[in-house]
Structure formats: C-alpha cells, structure tokens
C-alpha cells in the first residue's frame, strides 16, 4: 500500500505558471523526499527534507512540510515545457528501515 | 559518469515462464533496491540489499519473486512461472551507504515486463 496521497492527481498549466502539489501521509517519517519521472530520464531524486525542516528550496523548487497536518507541497516556479513529468511525494517511515514508501503521483503536463 | 543499469529493458513473457532481471548499481554503492511500479502508480518496495545481505524483502508478493546479490555489486530479481498480475514494470536502485535512510537513491531506467 502506498502512504502518500498526492493532490491533484494531474495539473495542467502553461509555461511560465508556477505549479503547486500537495502530499499527505499517514504514519511519523524521519524525513520526505519528491522525485520526478518522465520518459526521458526516467526517476530522478528532486530534494529530501527532514522531518526537522519545515521549508527547502532548490533551484525553482520549493518544498515545505507540516509535521502536524502530516502533509507537505512542492511548488515548481516559472515552469517550462522541460517540467513535464509525474511528481511523486516519496516518505522514509520512522519504521521503515530504508524502505521508501511512495505516493500515486501528480502528473504534470507544461504547454508550451 | 555511469548510473544504474538495467537489462532487458523490455521482456515479453509467456504466462508460466520464468523471467530474470538484471541491474548494475552504481559501482561502489552498498545499498541495492528493487521496487515494482504497476501502470498510473507509484513504485512500490519489493526487497533491500546491503552488500551481499538481503536486509529486507517483506514488499516481494509471493514466493515466485526471488532476488539475489551474491557477490555484492549485480543483482539479479527472478520471477518463476509469471502471471499476468506481474506485468508491471521493474526499477532498480542503488546509493552510496543506506544505513539511515538519508540518502539519495539513484534508479535505473526499468525493465518492462508483460506477462502474455
């Protein structure tokens, strides 16, 4: 079973729009991480936070988390047609071991 | 430099035969994953390798999924007598140690597996 719940299931936008996904999960996390898939390069490591960290920015991203509400976003600015991709909201359970527990995705189409 | 690789990419399969899968991690990497991703979902954990130990397999769906590292550096996941149900496609992943969880997992390409 899947933990994180991503929202919305896919995002249309044009380029140049900022694009915003939310996460929720279920059980205490040590620390969440996004990653990216497309066809082209396949699943590519975006950024982790730890469950310590309440906002990280990377490059044009920025991911926050709320440790209370169990839920963190990813926001994507100026988006470009390169963005395309599905985004997966990626939680380490402090349980887990090293067993990553990812969500269903957000599928993210940039028009150019 | 090179990343994780997988072989065959793509691997048509009679229902009942059996399929093995390969994966090259990044050299020098201790930690080994191999994860299930079904069409329109997210990849889900099968099994864990540190160097040559199998850690964790509590994600493989039956005991038709066997994986192996025997030496530590390629791992091989092999499924006996397929179902159609296993049609999904295969990623490996790889990263540096693994002992807390902290670290990026890199991912190879996949293997496609369709299962007729």
């Known amino acids: 079973s899947q933990q994180g719940e991503e929202d919305p299931q896919a995002l249309s936008i044009q380029e140049g729009e900022n694009a915003t996904m939310n996460c929720s999960y279920k059980t205490s996390i040590n620390n969440l991480q996004w990653y990216r898939q497309n066809s082209g390069r396949g699943l590519v490591h975006l950024i982790l936070?730890?469950?310590?960290?309440r906002e990280k920015h990377s490059g044009r991203l920025r991911v926050t988390l709320d440790t209370s509400k169990k839920s963190s976003s990813l926001l994507i600015t100026a988006s470009r047609a390169a963005d395309t991709a599905s985004y997966f909201c990626v939680t380490l359970p402090k349980a887990a071991g090293n067993k990553l527990t990812f969500g269903g995705g957000t599928r993210v189409l940039v028009k150019p | 430099g090179a990343g994780v690789s997988q072989s065959p990419r793509y691997k048509v399969a009679k229902r009942g035969q059996d399929v093995a899968l390969r994966c090259d991690p990044i050299?020098?990497?201790?930690?080994l994953f191999w994860y299930q991703q079904a069409l329109g979902q997210g990849p889900e954990f099968l099994t864990y390798f540190q160097n040559e130990a199998q850690l964790d397999k509590s994600g493989l769906p039956s005991d038709r999924f066997f994986a192996e590292r025997p030496e530590g550096s390629v791992s091989t996941l092999k499924i006996q007598r397929t179902q159609q149900e296993d049609s999904a496609v295969y990623l490996c992943a790889s990263s540096l140690m693994g002992m807390t969880g902290q670290e990026t997992q890199y991912f190879g390409p996949g293997t496609r597996l369709l299962v007729l």
């Open positions: 050299s020098g990497h201790v930690s």
């Open positions: 936070i730890r469950s310590n960290e």
